[in-house]
């Protein structure tokens, strides 16, 4: 274990030496060394120059890429291991305008994709591993192939967090889910619960009130972490009751292909009961994945990426940031496309000076 971390960070600074001795781009180039008794294998390591390169394909990172493509700047799209991001998880999508009898998540996503591509994006898989935005150009790595732009949009998205159940995961889409501002609409008269305590879950659970019969909060404390004064709030909606130290130990039901109710668990005693629910809101966090930009960019308390104010400029110039990975309150398919039109612009006048 010990030499693989020594074969990586020596391999790295090979690299680099490459790199200077070499300034050819898109160069394709082998090596293999022996130092001490660490071996370096024999690898392939292209290295491509780029003028835009945008991490994450989600609705921020390809209509950074549509914007870009459209400005002749041919961005490379380096898709991750969601290609098409959160949505691709979801049924339909009624609020996202121009498509009034909804569109599935997937189609949406598949249409802006193609939309991407056919003004000449290029779009390739893989998860970046690391990136160096000391340097110019901006280095970023994905597996073994090192990329440099001159400009980067930074769209890598947040992940929901979820309760982890095997029934949860069959299940989303059809009666649980992770956005209250874009599904509540759909359970109209019905009662739903919202799993949770802090502050999300109490807007989610007051937000559901407008629609909803009757909003259980479940959680698993005696007190929650949210505000005092959205707790007042919550505390005094007749809508709204508490089930207090209780986990959901599964949600019913698969066979039927819908929320039909949850099995909870007491935290204390260990007892499981039932409670009949049409859906299931699961607001328990989401994280934004910052985690390859740790020291290499501004983040807030939560990680999230810090923008200035009315644009999508980070703390390095020439790196943009689009979408929920530097939003923490909107988190909609709407605002991160909107966000990725900006990153893409401020690109475009960034590049036309450098
Ligand atoms: C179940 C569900 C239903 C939803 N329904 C709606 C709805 O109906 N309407 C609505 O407006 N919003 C909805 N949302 C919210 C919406 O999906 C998000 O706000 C939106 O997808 C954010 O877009 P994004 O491009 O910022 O990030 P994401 O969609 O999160 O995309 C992030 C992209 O970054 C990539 N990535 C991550 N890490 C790396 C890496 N290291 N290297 C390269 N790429 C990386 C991922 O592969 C992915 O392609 C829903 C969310 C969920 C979870």
């Not at 569109?103 to 249409?111: A, C, F, N, S, V």
């Not at 909060?217 to 707790?231: C, G, N, S, Y």
């Not at 909870?264 to 966090?285: Q, R, T, Y």
């Amino acid at each position: 274990m010990e030499n693989c971390v020594a074969d990586r960070a020596t391999s790295a600074r090979f690299l680099d030496n490459v790199h200077e001795n070499d300034a050819v781009e898109n160069a394709s180039l082998a090596f293999s060394k022996k130092i001490g008794n660490i071996s370096l294998k024999k690898r392939r390591i292209r290295v491509m120059t780029r003028n835009l390169i945008i991490l994450g394909s989600g609705p921020a990172g390809l209509t950074a890429a549509i914007y870009a493509a459209r400005s002749n700047r041919a961005p490379l799209v380096i898709e991750g291991i969601q290609p098409g991001g959160q949505l691709t998880i979801t049924a339909d999508v009624e609020n996202y305008p121009g498509f009034p009898d909804a569109i599935t998540g997937p189609q949406l996503m598949d249409g802006m994709r193609r939309q991407a591509v056919r003004f000449g994006a290029e779009i390739i898989s893989g998860n970046v591993s690391s990136v160096d935005f000391s340097k110019r150009p901006f280095v970023i790595n994905v597996d073994n192939d090192r990329h440099e732009a001159s400009a980067v949009i930074i769209a890598t998205g947040a992940t929901a967090q979820w309760l982890g159940l095997e029934s949860e995961k069959k299940l989303i889409g059809k009666g649980v889910s992770g956005c209250a501002t874009c599904d509540a609409f759909f359970f109209r008269d019905q009662n739903v619960v919202v799993v949770g305590g802090g502050d999300t879950a109490l807007e989610d659970a007051m937000f559901l009130t407008k629609f909803a019969k009757m909003v259980t909060v479940v959680h698993r404390r005696d007190e929650l972490r949210a505000t005092k004064i959205l707790q007042d709030r919550a505390k005094s909606n007749p809508k709204i009751k508490f089930a207090w130290k209780k986990v959901v130990d599964d949600i019913l039901d698969v066979k039927q292909g819908k929320v039909t109710a949850v099995r909870l668990k007491d935290v204390e005693s260990k007892n499981i009961s039932e409670m009949k629910c049409d859906g299931v809101f699961v607001a328990i966090g989401y994280k934004p994945n910052t985690e390859l930009l740790k020291g290499q960019i501004a983040l807030d308390e939560k990680g999230y990426i810090v923008t200035k104010k009315s644009t999508m400029e980070t703390s390095i110039p020439g790196v943009f940031a689009a979408g929920d990975v530097q939003d923490s309150y909107y988190k909609q398919a709407i605002t991160a496309a909107g966000t990725g039109c900006m990153a893409a612009i401020d690109a475009e006048r960034y590049l036309s000076v450098v």
